[in-house]
Every structure is written in structure tokens, then in C-alpha cells.
């Protein structure tokens, strides 16, 4: 079992930044990593991934280079760097962990642990 703890979502005015943190319970060396994230109204959607290893990252069309994903894998700690934040992008982000089949599966159902979640709200 992993459990994931994020941290770092907030208030910010467009053109902003933040930078979330999602804490596993567990060594996360062996293990994928990425950030989903979820609109009032809308599905859960792929934001990014890292590979175990932080050799490979993936991003969804809409990051468009705003957005940066690492990993500490020391604090076993994942990152998402959000920088030219938009007004769309307000949303609960979720940290998840262990996809099924290749590190940036887009499926939601396809990964195995999640955290709570951390609001991001955009102001205009």
C-alpha cells in the first residue's frame, strides 16, 4: 500500500504560479508517478507523469510548457511545478501512483493509489 499526501494547491491570480508536493508513505524509487486533475462538472483528466527513475516525463496537450513534473525520490516526493497559470486550470489536483501497463497511462481507472486531492483555483 502507498499512501499520497498533497500539499501546495491555493488561491493565485492568473499569470501566477504554484509549485504542489505529493508525500508517499513509502519508497517511491520502483515506482511511476503522476498528477490527474478534476473540474467541477467535468471527468478526471491526465495532467503528467514521471517514470520511477525521473529519466521520462509526460504531459497533456493543455500544459502547453507551463507545467514542470519532478521527482526527490530521497523524500520519495513528487512535484508539479505550475507556472502562466490560467483561469481553466482551477481544479482539485491528485497525486497517483503504480498505472497499470506504461508510466503515462491517461486513464484514471488504470492507476492504483491516489491522494485526497489539493484545490487550485485561478482568480482573473
Known amino acids: 500500500q502507498v499512501q499520497l499526501v498533497e500539499s501546495g494547491g491555493g488561491l493565485v491570480q492568473a499569470g501566477g504560479s504554484l509549485r504542489l508536493s505529493c508525500a508517499a508513505s513509502?519508497?517511491?524509487?520502483?515506482?511511476?508517478l503522476g498528477w490527474f486533475r478534476q473540474a467541477p462538472g467535468k471527468e478526471r483528466e491526465f495532467v503528467a507523469a514521471?517514470?520511477?527513475?525521473?529519466?521520462?516525463?509526460a504531459y497533456a496537450d493543455f500544459v502547453e510548457g507551463r507545467f514542470t513534473i519532478s521527482r526527490d525520490n530521497a523524500k520519495n516526493t513528487v512535484y508539479l511545478q505550475m507556472n502562466s497559470l490560467k483561469t481553466e486550470d482551477t481544479a482539485v489536483y491528485y497525486c497517483?501512483?503504480?498505472?497499470?501497463?506504461?508510466?503515462?497511462?491517461?486513464?484514471?481507472?488504470?492507476?492504483?493509489?491516489w491522494g485526497q486531492g489539493t484545490q487550485v483555483t485561478v482568480s482573473s
Open positions: 514521471i517514470t520511477s527513475s525521473g529519466s521520462r516525463t
Open positions: 513509502l519508497r517511491t524509487f520502483s515506482i511511476h
Open positions: 497517483a501512483a503504480d498505472p497499470k501497463e506504461y508510466y503515462s497511462n491517461r486513464n484514471p481507472t488504470d492507476w492504483n493509489y
